[in-house]
């Protein structure tokens, strides 16, 4: 589990209400993927999870602002046995639905080739790659996504005393 601290001079209740939004949140660690709310905790604690990472957020009074430790553990992916079936794209691949209106007049411009279709009597015939898994975020790529996140808290949304 990598940690990230810093002492923000905001009030806790004005991060509390940025980091207990899931879009709000989602929007500061988007690079783990959709990132959703596992539990809260007393206006202090966020635990969350995304496709890549998943972590926790703890807020806490300090002095004049709120300390913030943000911590997270990118996702393993464990790599196939060697021998193991795996599932070709053709299976996965749902087709794609009509559309409901006429395409634009940009859209109607390019030209599409139709699918391929299978032989008669034989296999449909491979034409992707198996599908991609979820790449696995190196330490350095959380830190730096820790790191993002706790600047973007602590800057200011707005200048005081503006007019506007």
Avoid: C, Y
């Avoid at 990230?4 to 806790?12: C, E, N, P, Q, W």
């Avoid at 009074?61 to 795996?86: K, N």
């Amino acid at each position: 589990m990598l940690h990230a601290r810093r002492t923000l001079v905001k009030s806790g209740p004005e991060l509390w209400a940025e980091v207990s939004d899931p879009a709000s949140l989602g929007s500061h660690l988007g690079a783990f993927g959709p990132i959703r709310i596992t539990r809260t905790a007393d206006g202090s604690l966020v635990e969350w999870e995304g496709e890549r990472a998943a972590g926790r957020l703890e807020l806490a009074s300090a002095g004049f602002g709120t300390r913030v430790v943000l911590e997270a553990q990118a996702a393993t992916v464990a790599p196939a046995p060697p021998g193991a079936d795996v599932p070709t794209a053709a299976a996965e691949v749902a087709p794609e639905p009509e559309p409901a209106t006429r395409p634009g007049f940009w859209a109607r411009l390019v030209w599409r080739r139709p699918p391929p279709r299978p032989a008669p009597g034989g296999p449909p015939p491979a034409t992707a790659a198996p599908a991609a898994r979820v790449p696995v975020l190196s330490d350095d790529e959380v830190m730096r996504v820790l790191e993002s996140t706790l600047e973007a808290l602590g800057s200011a949304r707005r200048r005081p005393f503006a007019n506007s």
